[in-house]
C-alpha cells in the first residue's frame, strides 16, 4: 500500500521550555522543525507534498507537518544471504549455515525452496525476497523527536532536576538548553504518546505568562495550534510572522512619533527582540534633547546593546530624542510602561555623557605613552611598540603614495590611531575604538583628515563595509592591516578551520579591496616586506613563514576566493593568479584579457600548446637551466624557422600592449602563433640528438613561455 492510498492526517509537535537564549532561538526553531521532518520522511512516514512550518518563541519550539501517516508503507526488499557454494550442498539441500541465518531473520526453513539464485559478482548468491513493516508513527515519531533533541544546535547545555512524573522526583536529571515543562504531540485530533525530556505527551499548552484569557490551553487539533495560541494564548508563535508583525508595528510607530522618521536598520536587533516577546507592543518613548551633545554612535550602542530599544533618526540620519520600545505586555493605558523605559534609559545615556566629558579632559596625544603600559601580545611586545611598527609601515606607504607631505601625515595619524584604546568611553564600550578616536582628534584640533584616519583605520571592518576615507585613512588602515597579519603570521598564529580569532582572513581581505578597489600602484611582495623589517629584533618572529605562507599562499588563496564570488571561473582565477600578479590593481584587467582570450577559436590550441611546452621545458630543467636565448644560425626546420619568424613579428607589438596595459589586446595579438606553434610540434623534434640544437629549441621555447605568459599562465585554461 502506498503512501497516497493511506489516510494521512496533519501533525504537531511542541516542546514547551523556560525562556530560550534570544540569539539562538530562530536557529533552535527551524533545526528542531527540519531534523523532525526529516527523520519522519525517512521512515516514510510523510508524503511528498508533506510541508513543514517551524514555530518559535521565548518559550516554545515546535513543528507542523501536514500529510503524516498513521504507519508507513510495508516495503518489499530483496536480502542476499550467502554464496550458493555456502548454503547449498552437492544435492542441493540447506547448509547449517544457511538454516542459521534464516533463524536469525525470523524464516522458517520451509522458504529454501522459494531462495533466489542471481549473480553475485564472479559467483551465485541466494536471495530472500522479503516484506519490511512499515513504522508506526508512535514509534517513529518518537526516534524522530529524540534525534531532534539530540542535534539542536544548543548554545550551552543545562543540567536540571526532573520535578514530577519520574520515578525519583528532585533526583532523576536532564540535560537540554533550558528546564522543559511540556510536550505536546497531536496526530490530527489524536495524541501520540511520546516522551521527551521527562515528559510524556498531551495537548495542553501554555500561552503568555500575564495575558493568556486561559491556562492551559487546550488543543483540539494539530491544525488549530497557531489559532489557539493566538486567540487563548495571547501568542504569535511563528518567529517569522511575529517579526513581520514587530517590523510593521515599528514602520507605523516611527510614523506615528514625528515626520520623516525612520527607526534604525538593524537586522541582529530585530531578531533578538523578536525572540524576546511573546506578541509583540511597540510604544513610543523619549530621553533629555540634551543628551544629543554626545556623539550619536554612542547614544545610539548603549540603546540598542543594553536595552534592545530602537532609536528613531531624522531625515538626515541624525539621532533624535525619540526612541521604540518593544514591550511584551498590552496594557489599556502604556504610559507606566512607557515612563519606566525612559527612566531606565536616562541612567545609560548619563554614563555615556559623564565619559565623553571626562575623555575630552586629556588630549589624545598626552594618552600615547601609556600605550607603552598596555600589552598587545605576549611574542610580539606593547601597544606602544605595535604603534612604532604601525607609524614605520605608514610613513613609508606615504612616502610612495604622496611623498613628504602624505608622509608625516599617516605618521601622525598612525601614533593616535590607538590612543583612545585608553578612553572611558571605548573602555565602555569597545565597538566604538576608532569612531571616538575622530571625535576626540578634532576635539584636539587636528585636521579633518587626520580625524577621519583615526576614525576609519579599522575599516572595512566586516564584508562589504566602506573603506577608508581619504589617502590618510588608507596608508594607516593598510599599515595597521599589514602590521597584524605579518606579526600574527611571523609567530605563527594562523586561522586553523573555523577558528580565527585574530580576524586574519577579515585583515586579509581589507588589504585586497582596499589595493584593488582604490587601484594603489602597490606592489603586494614589496608591502608585506616592509612590514616584516619592523619586527626585527623579535626572537619569535620568523620571516621564512611570512613569506611562504602570508605572502605566498594566504592573501592570494583569499583573493581567489573573492574573485569566484564575484563571478570569474576557477580557470580564469587560477590562470592569472598562478602569476601571483604583485600588483593586486593588475589583477581584474587581467581577469578580463583572460575572458576575453578564452573566448577566441585559437585558444584552446594556445592553452593546450602552452601545458605541452610548459611539460617539455620542465623536464629539461630538471637536468640544467633553459636560457630564453635563440641562435637563428640553428634553425634547420622550416617550421622553426617559421615560428622564430612569427614570434619576432608577432612578440614586440604584443609586449608594446603590455606595456600600455592593454591586457586584452596583448593576449589576443598572441592568437596569431597558434599555426606556427601547431605546425613547429608537427614537423620539429625538439630534443634533438645534437646538444646546440636541442638547446636552441629548447630556448625558442622558452623565450616563447616567457612571452605569452605575461598576463596569465595560459596552460591553466586547457581542458
Given amino acids: ?71 508507513a508503507a510495508d516495503r518489499a526488499v530483496q536480502l542476499k544471504l550467502m554464496p550458493v557454494s555456502v548454503g547449498l550442498d552437492a544435492q542441493g539441500q540447506a547448509t547449517p549455515a544457511l538454516l542459521k541465518k534464516l533463524q536469525a531473520l525470523g524464516a522458517e526453513p520451509t522458504v529454501v525452496p522459494q531462495l533466489k539464485r542471481q549473480p553475485d559478482g564472479k559467483a551465485e548468491a541466494l536471495f530472500l525476497d522479503s516484506v519490511v513493516t512499515g513504522a508506526t508513527l508512535d514509534s517513529g515519531l518518537q526516534k524522530a523527536l529524540d534525534e531532534a533533541i539530540a542535534r539542536l544546535p544548543i548554545p550551552k547545555v543545562m543540567t536540571y532536576q526532573l520535578q514530577a512524573g519520574c520515578a525519583r522526583p528532585g533526583w532523576d536529571s536532564v540535560q537540554f538548553v533550558r528546564p522543559a515543562h511540556g510536550l505536546v504531540a497531536l496526530h490530527g485530533e489524536t495524541v501520540v504518546p511520546v516522551t521527551a525530556l521527562g515528559l510524556r505527551a498531551g ?93 550619536q554612535e554612542c547614544l545610539i550602542l548603549t540603546m540598542k546593546a543594553n536595552q534592545k530599544y530602537f532609536p528613531l533618526l531624522d531625515a538626515q540620519g541624525r539621532l533624535t530624542h525619540r526612541f521604540l520600545v518593544v514591550s511584551n505586555i498590552t496594557p489599556d493605558d502604556p504610559s507606566a510602561v512607557i515612563a519606566g523605559n525612559e527612566r531606565v534609559v536616562r541612567p545609560r545615556l548619563a554614563d555615556a555623557k559623564f565619559f565623553f566629558d571626562q575623555d575630552r579632559k586629556k588630549t589624545l596625544e598626552s594618552r600615547v605613552p601609556q600605550l607603552a603600559q598596555v600589552v598587545y601580545h605576549n611574542q610580539l611586545g606593547t601597544q606602544g611598540e605595535r604603534v612604532e611598527r604601525v607609524r614605520a609601515i605608514a610613513r613609508q606607504i606615504g612616502q610612495q603614495l604622496g611623498g613628504a607631505a602624505l608622509a608625516q601625515a599617516a605618521d601622525t595619524a598612525a601614533r593616535l590611531a590607538k590612543a583612545d584604546l585608553l578612553t572611558d568611553m571605548v573602555g565602555e564600550f569597545p565597538e566604538l575604538q576608532g569612531v571616538m578616536g575622530g571625535y576626540y582628534a578634532r576635539h584636539d584640533g587636528l585636521s579633518e583628515d587626520i580625524a577621519l584616519a583615526i576614525e576609519d583605520h579599522y575599516k572595512p571592518r566586516f564584508a562589504g563595509d566602506e573603506l577608508p576615507r581619504g589617502q590618510v585613512g588608507t596608508v594607516v588602515a593598510l599599515a595597521d592591516k599589514l602590521e597584524t597579519l605579518v606579526g600574527m603570521f611571523g609567530i605563527g598564529n594562523l586561522p586553523t578551520g573555523d577558528r580565527d580569532p585574530f580576524a586574519l582572513r577579515r585583515h586579509a581581505l581589507g588589504v585586497i579591496r582596499m589595493l584593488i578597489e582604490q587601484a594603489l600602484p602597490l606592489a603586494l611582495p614589496e608591502l ?4 616584516a623589517q619592523t619586527f626585527a629584533g623579535k626572537a619569535d618572529f620568523n620571516p621564512s613563514r611570512v613569506k611562504d605562507e602570508l605572502a605566498g599562499k594566504f592573501i592570494y588563496d583569499r583573493l581567489a576566493g573573492s574573485l569566484r564570488e564575484q563571478g570569474f571561473s576557477a580557470q580564469e ?53 633553459v636560457h630564453p636565448h635563440v641562435s637563428e644560425l640553428l634553425l634547420q626546420e622550416p617550421a622553426e624557422q617559421a615560428l622564430y619568424a612569427a614570434m619576432q613579428q608577432v612578440l614586440p607589438q604584443a609586449d608594446a600592449q603590455l606595456a600600455r596595459g592593454d591586457y586584452t589586446a596583448s593576449l589576443q595579438s598572441l592568437a596569431a602563433l597558434r599555426a606556427p606553434v601547431d605546425a613547429f610540434f608537427d614537423h620539429v623534434m625538439v630534443n634533438a640528438e645534437q646538444a646546440d640544437l636541442r638547446l636552441n629549441r629548447q630556448g625558442l621555447l622558452k623565450t616563447l613561455h616567457q612571452a605569452m605568459n605575461r598576463v596569465a599562465e595560459l596552460a591553466r585554461l586547457a581542458a
Avoid: W
Avoid at 516514510?44 to 519550539?61: K, M, N
Avoid at 511573546?278 to 523619549?286: D, F, H, I
Fill in 573 to 625: 582565477v587560477d590562470a592569472v593568479l598562478a602569476l601571483r600578479p604583485p600588483r593586486l590593481a593588475d589583477v581584474h584587467p587581467h581577469l578580463q584579457a583572460v575572458r576575453a582570450f578564452a573566448a577566441l577559436p585559437e585558444a584552446p590550441a594556445l592553452a593546450a600548446a602552452n601545458k605541452r611546452i610548459g611539460n617539455i621545458l620542465k623536464k629539461a630543467e630538471a637536468e640544467s637551466p
Fill in 203 to 295: 495537548r495542553a499548552t501554555h500561552g503568555h505568562r500575564f495575558e493568556a484569557a486561559s491556562d492551559p490551553v487546550e488543543l483540539a487539533s494539530a491544525d488549530d495550534y497557531s489559532l489557539d495560541l493566538r486567540q487563548q494564548g495571547a501568542v504569535i508563535a511563528s518567529f517569522e510572522e511575529r517579526r513581520a508583525t514587530l517590523e510593521a508595528q515599528i514602520k507605523a510607530a516611527a510614523t506615528q512619533a514625528g515626520t520623516a522618521l525612520t527607526a534604525i536598520k538593524d537586522e541582529a536587533l530585530l531578531d533578538e527582540v523578536t525572540a524576546l516577546v511573546e506578541r509583540p507592543n511597540v510604544l513610543v518613548c523619549a530621553f533629555e534633547p540634551e543628551f544629543l551633545q554626545v556623539p
Fill in 528 to 531: 608585506i616586506e616592509l612590514a
Fill in 1 to 71: 500500500m502506498s503512501m497516497t492510498d493511506m489516510t494521512t492526517q496533519n501533525l504537531l509537535v511542541e516542546l514547551f521550555v523556560e525562556e530560550l537564549p534570544p540569539k539562538a532561538l530562530r536557529q533552535l526553531g527551524e533545526a528542531f522543525a527540519t531534523t523532525l521532518a526529516a527523520q519522519l520522511q525517512a521512515q516514510g512516514l510523510t508524503a511528498a507534498d508533506s510541508r513543514v512550518t517551524p514555530y518559535a518563541s521565548p518559550r516554545r519550539l515546535a513543528a507542523h507537518i501536514t500529510h503524516v501517516a498513521a504507519k
